[in-house]
C-alpha cells in the first residue's frame, strides 16, 4: 500500500515561508513523478507543481513560479515544497500525489494539510 503523508502546514503571514514535506512509502515503490495539488474552500483542486523523481525536473504553476520551489530527497523518499513571499491567496489545503505510470494518472495521495496566510 502507497502512502503519502505531508506535513509542515500551518498560519503564517502575508510575505512569509513555509515548507511542506511529503513522505513517500514503501521504499520500493516506484516512484516516476510526485506533485502538489492545492484546495481552497469552494474552489477547484488546482496543480501548484511536480518533480520527476529521477532526473528531478520542475514544472509550476504560473500562479506560483518563482515563489515555489520544489525538491525532492532520494535517501528519505521525500518531497519538499518550499514557499516563499506567501499570499493570502496562498491559503489553501496542500496535497501531494504519486503518479502511477500504468494508468496514467495520481494515483496516490496524501492527507493533505493546511496553509493559511494572514494579510
Known amino acids: 500500500q502507497v502512502q503519502l503523508v505531508e506535513s509542515g502546514g500551518g498560519l503564517v503571514q502575508a510575505g512569509g515561508s513555509l515548507r511542506l514535506s511529503c513522505a513517500v512509502s514503501?521504499?520500493?515503490?516506484?516512484?516516476?513523478?510526485v506533485a502538489w495539488f492545492r484546495q481552497a474552500p469552494g474552489k477547484e483542486r488546482e496543480f501548484v507543481g511536480s518533480?520527476?523523481?529521477?532526473?528531478?525536473?520542475?514544472n509550476y504553476a504560473n500562479s506560483v513560479k518563482g515563489r515555489f520551489t520544489i525538491s525532492r530527497d532520494a535517501a528519505h523518499i521525500t518531497v519538499y515544497l518550499k514557499m516563499n513571499s506567501l499570499k493570502p491567496e496562498d491559503t489553501a489545503f496542500y496535497y501531494c500525489?504519486?503518479?502511477?505510470?500504468?494508468?496514467?494518472?495520481?494515483?496516490?495521495w496524501g492527507q493533505g494539510t493546511q496553509v493559511t496566510v494572514s494579510s
Open positions: 500525489a504519486a503518479y502511477d505510470a500504468t494508468t496514467g494518472q495520481y494515483a496516490y
Open positions: 514503501p521504499r520500493t515503490f516506484s516512484l516516476s513523478r
Open positions: 518533480i520527476t523523481w529521477s532526473l528531478g525536473y520542475t
